[in-house]
């Protein structure tokens, strides 16, 4: 802990060239990973900048989580993607994820 408090952290920063500010009234943050997302109700959200970077400082007392659908996907539903958008596999994938495997939405995003 430091001794000088506020002050103290606020000179360090300055001298680090970083700007610390509240971003107030947060109603959630929402914190994605492939299996599940993390729910953050009303935190404290402070933001630090520097130069070249942001830093986003997060703390909740209140935490929910749940469980990502991932679609499975068929082969010969990447296939029809690859020939009709003209895409790699890997790029044919993706677009059926983000569509949640949905052919005729992943095409469209491909091609448009």
Do not use: C
């Not at 009709?84 to 983000?98: F, N, P, W, Y």
């Amino acid at each position: 802990m430091m001794r000088g408090g506020n002050r103290e952290m606020r000179r360090m920063l300055d001298k680090m060239g970083l700007e610390m500010r509240d971003l107030g009234n947060i109603e959630e943050v929402i914190i994605k990973t492939e299996t599940k997302e993390l729910y953050l109700v009303h935190p404290q959200v402070v933001e630090m900048k520097g130069k070249d970077s942001t830093i986003f400082q997060v703390v909740a007392s209140s935490i929910e989580e749940r469980q990502r659908e991932t679609p499975s996907l068929k082969e010969e539903d990447i296939a029809l993607v690859m020939q009709q958008a003209g895409v790699s596999k890997e790029r044919a994938i993706q677009a059926l994820t983000e569509s949640k495997g949905d052919m005729a939405q992943a095409i469209l995003s491909l091609t448009t």
